[in-house]
């Protein structure tokens, strides 16, 4: 079974300042996997994947990742944040159900940027 | 990239009638659309799979005669709620897997439903 944790549910920053969010994964098979972000009201865009390769992944607004397979984990880093990036950001974890590969979601964390 | 497009995006009805959901691949064609429902401030939760030309597998504890889901074509899903509830309120989401990409999905704008 697969399953994500976000360790924060809210992470609150100022703008400029530099903001990880966190995630942790269990599998007991490889993973890939994504981070998407979810504007109010809107659905979900990808931000970022990691499906093999170099483990430090580069993603759109200036987002990148790093799988690190021992801590079983896929942070998401930002150097400097803007209050555009204020939205819900989703972990997931692929697996597979049929012919399909379905992520698996971890419950979001809100990133707010303050002015 | 590929575009997955939900209509409508708000839709108020009546307790007790019944609200259909549209999503569509508008550049790309899909066999296979995941429908989510999430709750304020929480995770999506994968209602059903919706499979082209066959019926749809629905995840345990969601009710397959009150969420209908039908998959008329390669780039069309419908949800439809039938006899809805107050508590079937909720912010449904379709998306679509983009054929030979490995796992990467193109979701739809969302649909918002209350019933009052």
């Known amino acids: 079974a697969q399953s994500v944790t976000q360790l924060d549910s809210q992470v609150p920053v100022f703008e400029e300042a530099p903001v990880e969010l966190r995630c942790n994964y269990s599998?007991?098979?490889?993973?890939?996997l994504f981070w998407y972000v979810q504007y109010p009201n809107q659905g979900l865009q990808l931000l970022l994947k990691?499906?093999?390769?170099?483990?430090l992944v580069k993603g759109i607004n200036g987002f990148e990742a790093e799988f690190n397979k021992s801590q079983t984990s896929f942070h998401l880093r930002k150097p400097s944040v803007h209050i555009s990036d204020t939205a819900e950001y989703f972990c997931a974890v692929r697996r597979r159900s049929g012919g399909s590969y379905i992520p698996t979601f971890g419950r979001g964390t809100s990133l707010i940027v303050h002015p | 990239g590929a575009v997955v497009s939900q209509h409508p995006s708000w839709v108020i009805c009546k307790s007790g009638t019944s609200v259909k959901i549209e999503c569509r691949s508008l550049?790309?064609?899909?066999?296979?659309m995941f429908w989510y429902r999430q709750f304020p401030k929480q995770s999506l939760m994968l209602m059903a799979t919706?499979?082209?030309?066959?019926?749809?597998?629905?995840e345990q504890g969601v009710e397959k005669d009150k969420f209908l889901i039908n998959h008329a074509s390669l780039t069309l899903s419908t949800l439809t709620v039938t006899s809805a509830h107050p508590e079937d309120s909720s912010f449904y989401i379709c998306s679509a897997p983009l054929a030979g990409a490995t796992g990467e999905l193109f979701f739809g704008e969302g649909s918002r439903l209350t019933v009052l």
């Open positions: 990691y499906l093999s390769g170099s483990t």
């Open positions: 550049d790309f064609q899909a066999t296979t």
């Open positions: 919706s499979n082209e030309g066959s019926k749809a597998t629905y």
């Open positions: 599998s007991s098979v490889s993973v890939y």
